[in-house]
T-cell receptor, first 112, second 108 residues
């Protein structure tokens, strides 16, 4: 699935840095998602946006801050991350709740 | 919440062999998807199949919603089929819940 574009592909950051992950889709989908995937584990849902409003936050620590500036764009702002936050971060979109989700290629994040 | 169990957890095949992967779920579902995650981490959408049977080339899938299971068939496997196959379901208001996956290795 390459219709969902994530940047950057790789990110290395220190624990005191602030960075952002970006996700973009042009399929007219109205729901967008952030997932976190640790090695040899399935993806775990972090946030759901529906019609640009945050509808689900799966008890994610506040050092992760999502933002949906418009229906095509989803950001994940990172601040004061911990080494255990190192993972593959996947973005997905769907036409609506319960509809098939399409995933981006992910951002591989390493925290030093 | 809904439980999703996949079997087998690991599978090694000789190139050209066929295989069946299974996904059991504990409650009724609105949506079921099969994904292939390649060794580079890309999660590829294989099927959206809340019920019935679909085919796409060497792959096919069947979901029997009343019995709460889905099967993914891979025929004439190739080395490029290697990776992890995930089943994921959406039930009620609970967004996509993934099974733990089946790790497939196809050997030439």
């Amino acid at each position: 699935d390459t219709e969902v574009t994530q940047t950057p592909k790789h990110l290395v950051m220190g624990m005191t840095n602030k960075k952002s992950l970006k996700c973009e889709q042009h399929m007219g989908h109205r729901a967008m998602y952030w997932y976190k995937q640790k090695a040899k584990k399935p993806p775990e849902l972090m946030f759901v946006y529906s019609y640009e409003k945050l509808s689900i936050n799966e008890s994610v620590p506040s050092r992760f801050s999502p933002e949906c500036p418009n229906s095509s764009l989803l950001n994940l702002h990172l601040h004061a991350l911990q080494p255990e936050d190192s993972a593959l971060y996947l973005c997905a979109s769907s036409q609506g709740a319960g509809q098939p989700q399409h995933f981006g290629d992910g951002t591989r994040l390493s925290i030093l | 919440g809904i439980q999703v169990e996949q079997s087998p957890p690991d599978l090694i095949l000789q190139e050209g062999a066929n295989s069946t992967l299974r996904c059991n779920f504990s409650d009724s579902v609105n949506n079921l998807q099969w994904f292939h995650q390649n060794p580079w981490g890309q999660l590829i959408n294989l099927f959206y199949i809340p019920s019935g049977t679909k085919q796409n080339g060497r792959l096919s899938a069947t979901t029997v919603a009343t019995e709460r299971y889905s099967l993914l068939y891979i025929s004439s496997s190739q080395t490029t089929d290697s990776g992890v196959y995930f089943c994921a379901v959406w039930s009620g208001n609970t967004p996509l819940v993934f099974g733990k996956g089946t790790r497939l290795s196809v050997i030439a």
